[in-house]
């Protein structure tokens, strides 16, 4: 799998990473050495060359920031067309994760949040409202240890390093799956329910920069530019990461 290095920091802002929470590697865990090296073409030309040479249209994944799709659509407004769906985690309805109303992803380049959310791709938008309903507690834990797979060991691992901050921080059962609810709405939308809203991200107050203020009573008469996921069925979800696990 090729790898693409993007932009090195946020559009305004400085760079904010999150070691106190995923460790200085980002995973915590010994993978083996890579196969490949990096690219040489920056990541953001490589979006942009994908999408604009589609037969048809692509759907994108974003697991953080925002930076490098914002800046691939606003040196190629018409990479817009080519987007099918975007699938994102970020965001909340409720509560942030970063400071009390912000969630990291959006938090680290608002801006660059800002910029993708007006532009018309009317994203899916997986927030922390609906992944801290989806834990991983220590049974779930053990299940997948119990794979014995390196990749399922890996995972636990991440899962076990992950999860002693934010439990102890928030005292909640176990770690939540964030980004991995992406990929499993991705393969079975079915395991999640949400609804159609307008959602614009804070850009200018200190005290809640990075929130996503959501309308979810279309209180302001915006149309919606996102679906917003509300629920998520959390065992069929560990049921679906255990069952992919077990093929790795």
Same mark, same amino acid.
């Given at each position: 799998m090729p790898v693409f290095a993007g932009c090195p920091?946020?559009?305004?802002? #400085?760079? %904010?990473?999150?070691?106190?929470?995923?460790?200085?590697? $980002?995973?915590?865990?010994n993978l083996p050495d890579p196969q490949h090296p990096l690219?040489?073409?920056?990541? %953001? #030309?490589?979006?942009? /060359? &994908?999408?604009?040479?589609? =037969?048809?249209?692509?759907?994108? @994944?974003?697991?953080?920031?925002?930076?490098?799709? =914002?800046? @691939?659509?606003?040196?190629?407004?018409?990479?817009?067309?080519q987007i099918g769906e975007l699938v994102m985690m970020g965001g909340s309805?409720?509560?942030?994760?970063?400071?009390? #109303?912000a969630e990291f992803n959006?938090?680290?380049?608002?801006?660059? @949040?800002?910029?993708?959310? /007006? @532009? $018309?791709l009317k994203p899916t938008v997986l927030g922390l409202d609906v992944t801290h309903t989806v834990l991983t507690p220590p049974k779930r834990l053990? &299940?997948?240890?119990?794979?014995? #797979?390196?990749? =399922?060991?890996?995972?636990?691992?991440?899962? =076990?390093?992950?999860?002693? /901050? /934010?439990?102890a921080r928030l005292g909640i059962a176990g770690a939540p799956l964030h980004d991995p609810c992406v990929i499993a709405y991705l393969l079975k939308p079915d395991l999640f329910k949400g609804?159609?809203?307008?959602?614009?991200?804070?850009?200018?107050s200190p005290l809640t920069l990075g929130r996503t203020v959501v309308d979810i009573n279309r209180a302001t008469n915006c149309p919606p530019n996102a679906h917003i996921i509300r629920t998520a069925n959390a065992d069929g979800i560990y049921k679906l990461l255990i069952e992919c696990l077990k093929r790795l």
């Open positions: 920091r946020p559009l305004l802002r #400085s760079l %904010v990473t999150a070691e106190e929470v995923h460790g200085e590697t $980002g995973l915590q865990v690219q040489t073409q920056h990541g %953001v #030309s490589f979006l942009i /060359e &994908q999408l604009m040479g589609a =037969a048809a249209p692509i759907t994108l @994944a974003t697991l953080g920031p925002l930076t490098n799709l =914002a800046v @691939a659509l606003i040196q190629q407004p018409g990479i817009a067309n309805i409720t509560q942030g994760n970063i400071t009390p #109303s959006l938090h680290a380049d608002p801006h660059a @949040a800002k910029v993708v959310f /007006e @532009a $018309g053990n &299940q997948i240890r119990q794979i014995g #797979s390196a990749a =399922a060991i890996a995972a636990a691992d991440m899962l =076990a390093f992950y999860g002693a /901050e /934010e439990t609804q159609d809203a307008y959602i614009e991200v804070e850009t200018i």
